[in-house]
Nanobody, 127 residues
Framework: QVQLVESGGDLVQPGGSLRLSCVLS????????ISWFRQVPGREREGVSC???????YYADSVKGRFTMSSDRAENTVYLQLDQLESGDTARYFC?????????????????????WGPGTQVTVSS
């Protein structure tokens, strides 16, 4: 069964760090593009980063230099390291997989590209 499950969200102070995990089941990160998006209630889902199946990673300008996406083949898990957190990073974070119509060569930070999502994990940045 193909699924993704996120974890690692928490309440953290501004300037702090968190590491989010997305455990993959039924497939690997070498098969399809994986993305991280975030969403605040009442707003559209916002792309954070994505990893193409060859390992190339792309970031939204708002998180470039602060967030790092990585993967662990042995754990079949994709990570998102969040550093220098700001109140504007408060959101529910989701990972998604692009299975049905992948674009060759790269991944895109458009949520309509991703076919399956995990339930998400909440990140709250507050003092």
């Amino acid at each position: 069964q193909v699924q993704l499950v996120e974890s690692g969200g928490d309440l953290v102070q501004p300037g702090g760090s968190l590491r989010l995990s997305c455990v993959l089941s039924g497939f690997t990160a070498d098969q399809w593009s994986i993305s991280w998006f975030r969403q605040v209630p009442g707003r559209e889902r916002e792309g954070v980063s994505c990893r193409y199946k060859n390992g190339d990673v792309y970031y939204a300008d708002s998180v470039k230099g602060r967030f790092t996406m990585s993967s662990d083949r042995a754990e079949n898990t994709v990570y998102l390291q969040l550093d220098q957190l700001e109140s504007g990073d408060t959101a529910r974070y989701f990972c998604g997989v692009e299975m049905l119509t992948p674009i060759p060569g790269r991944c895109l930070l458009r949520d309509d590209r991703y076919d399956l999502w995990g339930p998400g994990t909440q990140v709250t940045v507050s003092s």
